[in-house]
């Protein structure tokens, strides 16, 4: 402290951590600190598994049943949804992880994921008719959305409240490494299964193909539920939430009305983009296979696109922590990035989107879809997470996150409108999407660098120190905040750390 008070006095900046080592001060393991990471953002592997899986499983059902199936409903609300149910999941647990239990609200939204893959994998209509089985396979679908949406607010802010307690330098990364790479890894596996499901049922089993592909989902969120009944609430959380006091709202939404904002905002173009341009991936399996061709070959083929996601995910996690430039600049920088390889695309696109070109219009896709996770599909829920208060993270990540599914929902109805507008099948049809969706990054990385504040290794300690004296200053009672009494040490640390803020 004495140190900390000396570089006070010759006027230096002084870091919040400055002088202490919170590794050595509670005596924790690095494993003991890391585990409740992986087990709060790791369960988004299920979001992507089960979100990436139901799309080949269309496709086998298509197979089974032809036209009965095709000229279902079920063709569109299968897929759509889940993404319905996701939206409520978000919104219900970012309450329920505020008001009542990050834990119990994870611990409900993986025993719902478990229960729901497993009916869904059951599915079946009376009598074994088909549209019975279709009916309760989208019933299903949707309750188990309910579930995945609740590991964003339970899950993901978990995940950002347990990184406080890792070492300086490298908290983002450890956040993106259990988020959003355990997305990206989820759609790889879906891909990776369905392949080799495929392969060993081969196309005359398809009956049975499909519902293990279903199936295995259970075990992602099996395989964390012993690791989550374990876990304790984040410190974070057990010293600054409201759970027992009233919510001051309109203090919050004046607080943080126009942030939350920004980044819905971001995360809805982010979404939009990135679960919209599987449109193109058809195309390139046009060219790449012709008309007729066996459904493992599609499924390899789909294994190769996904792949593009890992690089760009993984690069960005360890970009994250980079000092000078930090999470909203690597959004930015990124996002921008992608919109020029974007018009790059559209302005070759005649040329790219022809047989001979096939391997070009691959690789200069896959760079695109690479770009978009190193930024945004990285940094989005590194935003959402840090850039609010603990007392209310829950619900502030829940409506951005619900955003952003909202923008996916709304992109797969947008490009389709956009190419039909173009006409099918013309020049334009290819182009414009990537006009739209390129000139929307830029608005995007402007929104990021310019209406964001900068996110640092303390930022969530930060932000509560901030928010707490917006609070008193505004005549709120702080005193009823938290889960329990403060520690005495901790009351010191918290005094060091606002003094230096």
């Known amino acids: ?3 900390v008070q000396e570089s006070k006095e010759a006027g230096d900046v002084v870091h919040p951590t400055e002088g202490r080592d919170p590794l050595v001060d509670t005596g924790k393991s690095k494993w003991e ?19 990436a899986i139901i799309g080949t499983v269309g496709t086998m059902l298509s197979q089974i049943y032809g036209d009965a199936y095709d000229n279902s409903s079920a063709l569109k609300n299968i897929s759509s949804i889940t993404f319905a149910g996701t939206v409520l999941g978000m919104l219900i647990f970012g309450y329920t992880s505020d008001k009542y239990s990050r834990k119990w609200s994870l611990m409900a939204s993986t025993l719902i994921i478990i229960l729901f893959a497993i009916l869904a994998t059951g599915s079946y209509g009376a009598g074994g008719s088909l549209g019975g089985m279709l ?19 339970a899950g993901s802010v978990g995940c950002a409240e347990s990184t406080g307690e890792l070492r300086a330098g490298s908290r ?12 990206d890894l989820g759609f790889l596996v879906a891909a990776i299964v369905s392949l080799i499901v495929v392969v060993a049922c081969t196309e005359n089993h398809l009956r049975a193909a499909w519902r293990i592909c279903l199936g295995l989902g259970v075990l992602p969120p099996l395989s964390l539920l012993w690791l989550r009944l374990k876990l304790q609430e984040p410190e974070a959380y057990k010293r600054e939430s409201m759970a027992h006091t009233r919510t001051p709202w309109l203090l919050v939404i004046r607080y943080y009305w126009f942030r939350l904002l920004i980044v819905s905002l971001i995360w809805f173009i982010y979404d939009w983009s990135a679960y919209s341009f599987g449109i193109y991936s058809s195309s390139i399996l046009a060219h790449l296979l012709g008309k007729k061709y066996p459904l493992w070959k599609s499924m390899a083929w789909n294994v190769l696109i996904n792949f593009f996601y890992m690089p760009g995910c993984i690069i960005g996690g360890l970009l994250a922590d980079v000092p000078w430039l930090g999470p909203k600049r690597l959004l930015a920088y990124a996002v921008w990035a992608q919109a020029i390889v974007g018009y790059i695309m559209a302005g070759c696109y005649k040329w790219l989107n022809t047989p001979h070109n096939v391997g070009a219009f691959t690789v200069v896709y896959g760079i695109f879809l690479a770009l978009g996770e190193v930024g945004p599909g990285d940094n989005i829920g590194l935003l959402a997470s840090k850039t609010s208060a603990t007392c209310i993270r829950g619900q502030y990540y829940g409506i951005a996150a619900a955003m952003g599914k909202i923008g996916a929902f709304a992109g797969s109805y947008g490009l389709r409108a956009i190419q039909e507008h173009a006409g099918k099948g013309t020049l334009r049809a290819g182009q414009d999407p990537f006009w739209v969706a390129s000139t929307l990054a830029l608005v995007a990385g402007a929104l990021a660098m310019w209406a964001l504040p900068d996110i640092n290794q303390d930022t969530i300690e930060e932000e509560d120190i901030k928010f707490r004296e917006f609070l008193t200053a505004n005549g709120y009672d702080v005193s009823k905040m938290g889960l329990g009494p403060v520690s005495s040490e901790e009351s010191v640390v918290r005094e060091e750390r606002k003094e230096a803020i």
């Open 1 to 3: 402290m004495a140190d």
């Open 33 to 51: 600190r890391l585990w409740p990471v992986i087990a709060c953002g790791a369960g988004l592997f299920s979001d992507g598994y089960l979100n």
């Open 135 to 153: 009916a309760a396979l989208t019933a299903y679908r949707f309750l188990l959305g309910i579930g995945i949406g609740g590991e964003y607010p």
């Open 172 to 183: 983002n990364k450890w956040f993106i490494m259990f988020t959003n790479v355990q997305i």
